[in-house]
T-cell receptor
């Protein structure tokens, strides 16, 4: 079993839709949870960073962590074509390596 | 405030040559991480360094690969005697963990092609 599982998609939705991206993980030591966005042939860009369980909102983006079920989510409201990218979940235990999911390729259709 | 810088952005090497990839962390960041992204695969951790120290190299191949982060200058990922399977995008990330804040910020990557 992989430490972090993420549905690779691809996921295609119309502009304006609410997008839900999800990951599950197996390592109980993970305390910090990051979401990255990666455009084709670019470096990952940090979108959201949360510590332990709970919700965090930043503009159109909301990150949720449920440590009891080892489930992390990223919601995108009012999706835009510019949101088309690969989204990567990456939990970590402190100042240690990030363990990336496979990434979900998202396309927002105008 | 400059972000993480990596150079070169593209590197072509023949089999058997050496590849040197450089990474300058964000200002104030003292922790550097290297990751590799093979074609159609996810990002995989390679090594975690602080100034003059290797903290975790559990993701580094046992042979041909080495990394350093000297007191002065950028972090270097060195691949000796490259093979075709080394062709990948290599990303560097940095973080500032003096008082918490474990977010890692990534550079644009170096795309290595071995011919």
């Amino acid at each position: 079993q992989k430490e972090v599982e993420q549905d690779p998609g691809p996921l295609s939705v119309p502009e304006g839709a609410i997008v839900s991206l999800n990951c599950t993980y197996s390592n109980s030591a993970f305390q910090y949870f990051m979401w990255y966005r990666q455009y084709s042939r670019k470096g990952p860009e940090l979108l959201m960073y949360t510590y332990s369980s709970g919700n965090k909102e930043d503009g159109r983006f909301t990150a949720q962590v449920d440590k009891s079920s080892k489930y992390i989510s990223l919601f995108i409201r009012d999706s835009q074509p510019s949101d088309s990218a690969t989204y990567l979940c990456a939990p970590a235990s402190g100042a240690q390596k990030l363990v990336f999911g496979q990434g979900t390729r998202l396309t927002i259709n105008p | 405030n400059a972000g993480v810088m990596q150079n070169p952005r593209h590197l072509v090497r023949r089999r058997g040559q050496e590849a040197r990839l450089r990474c300058s962390p964000m200002k104030g960041h003292s922790h550097v991480y290297w990751y590799r992204q093979l074609p159609e695969e996810g990002l995989k951790f390679m090594v975690y360094l602080q100034k003059e120290n290797i903290i975790d190299e559990s993701g580094m191949p046992k042979e041909r690969f080495s990394a350093e982060f000297p007191k002065e200058g950028p972090s270097i990922l060195r691949i000796q005697q490259v093979v075709r399977g080394d062709s990948a995008a290599y990303f560097c990330a940095s973080s500032f963990t003096h008082t918490g804040g474990y977010e890692q910020y990534f550079g644009p990557g170096t795309r290595l092609t071995v011919t």
